[in-house]
């Protein structure tokens, strides 16, 4: 009645458990509702009033995020259990480990329900942050409006307002980013939320299994002990009964305990492959410490990698000193070239080079996020690979429930071999029995053969006896023949020696005969003594007849003890069929378990293949990043350098060109001052030659021959003029070879423009990869955090794990005495039943062998009387064949005597 009202009241709680667990997920998926409408708000709010929204929102990331609320909320109250539960415990004996283990799942529950409420009451909390977000985003708006339509009166602070707008959607873009990382926390702990619950629906299940297990084990061992008051009782019965079969059972006994001896080797096995699982066990553990090994090791090289960009930092910091050096001397190029335009084209291809360095540095963020998304798998796989293994650890206990049952059924099944064969034991009297019959019938079939060859002789004489007599009939009727001629004489001679042939035949039948007369002697002399053991058997069995019908009076009141027996042994068979029901039922789950246990060692198997293959992975991608960006350092190192020598060399050749320019210049100058000379020369020789021409008649001579010369120095200044002009145009050609090159210069001027603006977006991109940086550090230590808590909870799971064990381990001890128990049990109702098959099978070869032998003597009688008869025939038919022997020998006589007399009255008639 205690059991009963205990299950009542277990089972009502685990109900009022399993509703709150419902409300808990019902609040959760409100929540989840909520903040997905919230989130569509502001989505929509920053879309609409992002431009504005520094003047209104002034919230910093505490009013968004409280951290890590569900993780203490959950972590506190298993340390609380793990404790309470300790103190229960060593408070409470043994036999009360599955009431403490309820005690513990309702203060967990209850628990749980303060942690629910807590976690409606945040939510409450965030939806009234909500609400007071809402009512500032309404004030911020209003405001939006006033600023609009102050916008054309301060169209001076556009600019600042453009910082302010740029500041306020930088803050957005943050708060956005705490957004998101708020919303990972909710789904982080929803995903630890639905985790307990399915540990709490697994407890709740193995709770309710060993309820049951419990349950049916006291109801067998109640069972076992009517069952054992009952077959005292029958046992003391029996023995009165039974006081025969001492020897018997005795040598049942050694067999027993030769089978002992064999169930403790069988023993002794167990314990070695329990020894082996444990063994196992401590290697599972230790692939455990190896793997978190390997993530201590990950977080090395996790740290390695940051050191190694904080180098790359600093050298990236060196390279801006030299590019700011560089810019300097760019500047002052720039002023030189300012007027060429040209520069549009080259500032296109420096963007789209720009917009190649984003994707660049995109694709670079995105595999540093895959690399964390990574890092998150794999700690979630080994989670789910400690629970794995958490849940084998619990599966090893009912693996060796499953090893002591099927250690049981082997004693079983051994015992029932053993009922076989002394069952079978009965099986050599039953064969001696047969073998005496089988003797007894070739005795009775000797006299018979003998009486048939007996009468076979007979049959063969009187053949015999038939043809001579109608011989001599033969020879008597014709007496008178045999004097009339020689040919009868002949005839005569060959009678006779067919005489004499007949009387070596018939001393041989005499010989015969009496032999045959020492036989019948013989067989008469055997049925006297036959019928004298007859007569003998015959008291015998008349004792035996009388002894029988005393045990017929014993085997009716046996049978009378035997059927009420047998309705116990009914009903024993019947509750022996509910246990071995029971024993199957239980059978298959074990084997259901075993093939779960190889599933799941598949999937260790399976998830330690692919986290050693994501390991190798990330390695590989870690030193392939490093490697690109190493090789991406120093190609950058050589094109500056590149471009640092190209710029001295250009400058040099730049100063160079100025300085030949100079000097070609002035020697232009100078050629043209001695060319204007000489021209002025010429006319004023051409002046004085105008003027002496009217006084210088006579010197015409003269002067024709200075006109020839001045005609010759014309040529030759002519062809001086020619070349002068190619010298020109040579110059010319070099000078715009020259702006050619200094157009060059620019547009290298312009590339280190842009490469300076790249610098100052690898700049901002080192600022943002520091806070990328930070954000890691935040998420590190969060993650340590939660290592903490993890550690915390896997040392409470290990607490309520050995708990478990300890208390698997005493119930496993009662089953164990509950089934050593119901085993000795059942082998005192086998042995009563091989006791009682025993004697049923005796009384019914008894009887057999009763009926056989009735059979047999009515069968000898019939035999005997046959024997009579017959032997009489024979007696018959000897003094009918002694007559018929007599007359022959008679007839003989007389033709002896007449052929005697003949032979006589044939010689005197010769004569």
Same mark, same amino acid.
């Given at each position: 009645?205690?059991?009963? /009202?205990?299950?009542?009241?277990?089972?009502?709680?685990?109900?009022?458990?399993?509703?709150?667990?419902?409300?808990?997920? &019902?609040?959760?998926?409100?929540?989840?509702?909520?903040?997905?409408?919230?989130?569509?708000?502001?989505?929509?709010?920053?879309?609409?009033?992002?431009?504005?929204?520094?003047?209104?929102?002034?919230?910093?990331?505490?009013?968004?995020?409280?951290?890590?609320?569900?993780?203490?909320?959950?972590?506190?109250?298993?340390?609380?259990?793990?404790?309470?539960?300790?103190?229960?415990?060593?408070?409470?004996?043994?036999?009360?480990?599955?009431?403490?283990?309820?005690?513990?799942?309702?203060?967990?529950?209850? /628990?749980?329900?303060?942690?629910?409420?807590? %976690?409606?009451?945040?939510?409450? *909390?965030?939806?009234?942050?909500?609400?007071?977000?809402?009512?500032?985003?309404?004030?911020?708006?209003?405001?939006?409006?006033?600023?609009?339509?102050?916008?054309?009166? #301060?169209?001076?602070?556009?600019?600042?307002?453009?910082?302010?707008?740029?500041?306020?959607?930088?803050?957005?873009?943050?708060?956005?980013?705490?957004?998101?990382?708020?919303?990972?926390?909710?789904?982080?702990?929803?995903?630890?939320?639905?985790?307990?619950?399915?540990?709490?629906?697994? *407890?709740?299940?193995?709770?309710?299994?060993?309820?049951?297990?419990?349950?049916?084990?006291?109801?067998?061992?109640?069972?076992?002990? !009517?069952?054992?008051?009952?077959?005292?009782?029958?046992?003391?019965?029996?023995?009165?009964?039974?006081?025969?079969?001492?020897?018997?059972?005795?040598?049942?006994?050694?067999?027993?305990?030769?089978?002992?001896?064999?169930?403790?080797?069988?023993?002794?096995?167990?314990?070695?492959?329990?020894?082996?699982?444990?063994?196992?066990?401590?290697?599972?553990?230790?692939?455990?410490?190896?793997?978190?090994?390997?993530?201590?090791?990950?977080?090395?090289?996790?740290?390695?990698?940051?050191?190694?960009?904080?180098?790359?930092?600093?050298?990236?910091?060196?390279?801006?000193?030299?590019?700011?050096?560089?810019?300097?001397?760019?500047?002052?190029?720039?002023?030189?070239?300012?007027?060429?335009?040209?520069? $549009?084209?080259?500032?296109?291809?420096?963007?789209?080079? &720009?917009?190649?360095?984003?994707?660049?540095?995109?694709?670079? #963020?995105?595999?540093?996020?895959?690399? #964390?998304?990574?890092?998150?798998?794999?700690?979630?796989?080994?989670?789910?690979?400690?629970?794995?293994?958490?849940?084998?650890?619990?599966?090893?206990?009912?693996?060796?429930?499953?090893?002591?049952?099927?250690?049981?059924?082997?004693?079983?099944?051994?015992?029932?071999?053993?009922?076989?064969?002394?069952?079978?034991?009965?099986?050599?009297?039953?064969?001696?029995?047969?073998?005496?019959?089988?003797?007894?019938?070739?005795?009775?079939?000797?006299?018979?053969?003998?009486?048939?060859?007996?009468?076979?002789?007979?049959?063969?004489?009187?053949?015999?006896?038939?043809?001579?007599?109608?011989?001599?009939?033969?020879?008597?009727?014709?007496?008178?023949?045999?004097?009339?001629?020689?040919?009868?004489?002949?005839?005569?001679?060959?009678?006779?020696?067919?005489?004499?042939?007949?009387?070596?035949?018939?001393?041989?039948?005499?010989?015969?005969?009496?032999?045959?007369?020492?036989?019948?002697?013989?067989?008469?002399?055997?049925?006297?003594?036959?019928?004298?053991?007859?007569?003998?058997?015959?008291?015998?069995?008349?004792?035996?007849?009388?002894?029988?019908?005393?045990?017929?009076?014993?085997?009716?009141?046996?049978?009378?003890?035997?059927?009420?027996?047998?309705?116990?042994?009914?009903?024993?068979?019947?509750?022996?069929?509910?246990?071995?029901?029971?024993?199957?039922?239980?059978?298959?789950?074990?084997?259901?378990?075993?093939?779960?246990?190889?599933?799941?060692?598949?999937?260790?198997?399976?998830?330690?293949?692919?986290?050693?293959?994501?390991?190798?992975?990330? &390695?590989?991608?870690?030193?392939?990043?490093?490697?690109?960006?190493?090789?991406?350092?120093?190609?950058?190192?050589?094109?500056?350098?590149?471009?640092?020598?190209?710029?001295?060399?250009?400058?040099?050749?730049?100063?160079?060109?100025?300085?030949?320019?100079?000097?070609? !210049?002035?020697?232009?100058?100078?050629?043209?001052?001695? *060319?204007?000379?000489?021209?002025?020369?010429?006319?004023?020789?051409?002046?004085?030659?105008?003027?002496?021409?009217?006084?210088?008649?006579?010197?015409?001579?003269?002067?024709?021959?200075?006109?020839?010369?001045? !005609?010759?120095?014309?040529?030759?200044?002519?062809?001086?003029?020619?070349?002068?002009?190619?010298?020109?145009?040579?110059?010319?050609?070099?000078?715009?070879?020259?702006?050619?090159?200094?157009?060059?210069?620019?547009?290298?001027?312009?590339?280190?423009?842009?490469?300076? #603006?790249?610098?100052?977006?690898?700049?901002?991109?080192?600022?943002? &990869?520091?806070?990328?940086?930070?954000?890691?550090?935040?998420?590190?230590?969060?993650?340590?955090? %939660?290592?903490?808590?993890?550690?915390?909870?896997?040392?409470?799971?290990?607490?309520?794990?050995?708990?478990?064990?300890?208390? $698997?381990?005493?119930?496993?001890?009662?089953?164990? $005495?509950?089934?050593?128990?119901?085993?000795?049990?059942?082998?005192?109702?086998?042995?009563?039943?091989?006791?009682?098959?025993?004697?049923?099978?005796?009384?019914?070869?008894?009887?057999?062998?009763?009926?056989?032998?009735?059979?047999?003597?009515?069968?000898?009688?019939?035999?005997?009387?046959?024997?009579?008869?017959?032997?009489?025939?024979?007696?018959?038919?000897?003094?009918?064949?002694?007559?018929?022997?007599?007359?022959?020998?008679?007839?003989?006589?007389?033709?002896?005597? $007449?052929?005697?007399?003949?032979?006589?009255?044939?010689?005197?008639?010769?004569?």
């Amino acid at each position: 009645m205690e059991c009963t /009202r205990w299950t009542c009241s277990k089972s009502g709680t685990d109900e009022d458990l399993l509703a709150n667990v419902q409300l808990l997920q &019902n609040q959760l998926r409100r929540t989840e509702k909520n903040l997905q409408t919230v989130e569509k708000e502001l989505s929509s709010t920053n879309e609409h009033y992002g431009h504005c929204f520094a003047e209104a929102t002034d919230f910093a990331l505490e009013d968004f995020v409280q951290p890590n609320y569900n993780s203490q909320g959950f972590s506190n109250p298993k340390k609380n259990c793990g404790k309470t539960s300790d103190q229960d415990f060593q408070r409470k004996p043994k036999s009360y480990s599955v009431s403490t283990t309820s005690d513990k799942t309702v203060e967990e529950n209850e /628990r749980l329900q303060e942690q629910n409420a807590s %976690l409606t009451s945040q939510n409450h *909390y965030l939806k009234n942050r909500v609400e007071t977000m809402n009512f500032e985003l309404m004030q911020s708006k209003t405001k939006i409006s006033y600023l609009e339509s102050t916008l054309g009166t #301060h169209l001076v602070s556009v600019p600042k307002l453009k910082e302010q707008i740029l500041n306020l959607e930088a803050e957005v873009s943050a708060q956005d980013k705490i957004l998101k990382d708020a919303e990972d926390r909710l789904d982080q702990n929803r995903k630890t939320a639905l985790e307990r619950e399915n540990m709490l629906q697994r *407890y709740q299940k193995g709770y309710k299994n060993l309820k049951m297990e419990l349950i049916e084990r006291s109801k067998q061992g109640k069972r076992a002990e !009517q069952q054992r008051n009952e077959a005292l009782l029958n046992v003391k019965e029996l023995t009165r009964a039974f006081k025969k079969y001492k020897a018997e059972i005795t040598e049942k006994l050694e067999k027993v305990k030769a089978e002992e001896l064999v169930l403790g080797k069988h023993l002794i096995n167990c314990e070695k492959e329990k020894e082996k699982l444990n063994e196992k066990c401590i290697s599972y553990r230790k692939d455990l410490n190896i793997l978190e090994e390997q993530l201590r090791q990950l977080k090395e090289e996790n740290s390695s990698t940051k050191e190694e960009i904080k180098t790359l930092e600093a050298k990236n910091t060196e390279i801006t000193s030299m590019l700011s050096r560089s810019d300097q001397k760019i500047i002052k190029l720039e002023s030189e070239l300012s007027e060429k335009e040209n520069v $549009l084209k080259e500032q296109n291809a420096l963007i789209s080079e &720009n917009a190649e360095l984003r994707a660049l540095t995109a694709q670079q #963020h995105n595999h540093l996020k895959l690399c #964390h998304q990574e890092i998150e798998n794999s700690r979630e796989e080994l989670n789910i690979l400690e629970t794995i293994i958490s849940q084998l650890s619990s599966s090893t206990s009912e693996e060796l429930k499953w090893h002591h049952f099927k250690h049981q059924l082997l004693s079983s099944s051994t015992k029932e071999v053993i009922s076989e064969s002394c069952g079978e034991s009965s099986k050599p009297l039953i064969a001696d029995l047969s073998i005496k019959l089988s003797m007894k019938e070739a005795e009775i079939q000797k006299p018979r053969a003998n009486l048939t060859i007996c009468t076979g002789a007979e049959h063969l004489s009187n053949d015999n006896e038939g043809q001579e007599n109608s011989r001599l009939c033969g020879l008597e009727t014709e007496p008178v023949k045999l004097i009339r001629s020689q040919g009868e004489r002949r005839k005569c001679q060959q009678l006779e020696l067919i005489s004499k042939q007949f009387e070596k035949m018939r001393r041989r039948f005499q010989k015969e005969i009496e032999e045959l007369r020492t036989k019948l002697t013989k067989a008469d002399d055997e049925n006297s003594s036959l019928k004298s053991s007859m007569a003998q058997r015959t008291s015998q069995f008349q004792i035996i007849q009388e002894d029988l019908l005393k045990k017929a009076s014993k085997t009716s009141s046996l049978e009378k003890e035997m059927r009420k027996k047998s309705s116990q042994l009914s009903e024993l068979e019947e509750q022996l069929e509910e246990k071995t029901i029971a024993y199957s039922t239980a059978a298959a789950r074990n084997a259901e378990l075993e093939q779960e246990l190889m599933e799941k060692s598949r999937r260790i198997h399976e998830l330690e293949a692919t986290i050693s293959e994501e390991h190798k992975k990330i &390695n590989s991608a870690f030193e392939n990043a490093k490697l690109v960006h190493l090789e991406q350092h120093k190609e950058m190192k050589k094109q500056i350098e590149l471009l640092q020598t190209q710029l001295e060399q250009k400058h040099q050749q730049f100063i160079e060109q100025e300085k030949i320019i100079s000097v070609l !210049q002035q020697e232009v100058i100078h050629k043209q001052l001695h *060319y204007i000379e000489s021209l002025d020369g010429l006319l004023i020789g051409s002046r004085e030659v105008q003027q002496l021409e009217s006084a210088l008649k006579v010197c015409k001579e003269e002067v024709v021959m200075y006109l020839s010369q001045s !005609q010759e120095n014309k040529e030759v200044f002519e062809n001086q003029l020619k070349d002068r002009s190619e010298e020109l145009h040579y110059l010319q050609k070099e000078i715009k070879k020259k702006d050619q090159n200094i157009q060059d210069t620019s547009e290298q001027t312009t590339l280190l423009q842009t490469l300076l #603006h790249h610098q100052q977006m690898l700049q901002q991109e080192t600022i943002r &990869n520091g806070e990328l940086e930070d954000n890691q550090i935040k998420l590190e230590q969060q993650v340590s955090t %939660l290592e903490k808590e993890l550690q915390n909870q896997k040392a409470c799971a290990a607490d309520e794990l050995r708990k478990v064990e300890e208390k $698997l381990r005493f119930a496993a001890q009662e089953a164990d $005495l509950n089934g050593q128990k119901v085993d000795e049990l059942n082998c005192t109702i086998r042995q009563i039943k091989l006791e009682m098959d025993q004697c049923k099978n005796e009384l019914i070869d008894m009887e057999k062998e009763v009926v056989q032998l009735q059979q047999d003597g009515e069968n000898k009688t019939v035999q005997i009387n046959q024997l009579d008869i017959t032997l009489e025939e024979a007696r018959s038919e000897l003094n009918k064949k002694a007559n018929e022997a007599s007359g022959i020998a008679r007839c003989i006589t007389e033709c002896t005597v $007449l052929s005697g007399g003949e032979a006589h009255c044939y010689h005197g008639a010769n004569n």
